[in-house]
């Protein structure tokens, strides 16, 4: 049996590789999103949706989603009680979960 002895390096190295970047769009940006568990808070900003309190409370990031929303996480508790149309999804609480060169795009 062969034992591979792995450093820090190695294995942040071997997770970028294994993690999927897809893309985060408006009529005007993209920008490059990763399936890696956590909110396209900062990915909004850089498509210039604003981000306020960052936690499902204030709606200032709602967006139409005009294609992909099957590239993002089920809709949180925040999002459902703010009772968004079935097409818009708050930014702030979306994961991306879909592939490499998946694309989301989205109005606002
Ligand atoms: S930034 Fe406030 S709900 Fe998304």
Redesign the pocket.
């Known amino acids: 049996m062969a034992i591979i002895a792995l450093n820090d390096s190695d294995i942040i190295n071997l997770h970028r590789e294994i993690l999927t970047m897809g893309i985060l769009k408006n009529e005007f940006e993209e920008t490059k999103i990763e399936n890696n568990g956590e909110f396209l ?1 900062e990915a909004a900003s850089e498509i210039d949706v ?13 967006c139409e989603i005009i294609s992909g929303g099957e590239f993002l996480s089920p809709k949180t508790e ?1 999002e459902i009680e703010f009772m968004l149309e079935d097409n818009e999804r ?4 979306c994961k991306f979960i879909g592939g490499d060169d998946d694309v989301v795009e989205v109005d606002q």
Request: contains cysteine; glycine residues 10%; negative net charge.
């Open positions: 808070d604003p981000i306020s309190c960052g936690d499902g409370n204030c709606s200032s990031c709602v925040a708050m930014l702030c609480q």
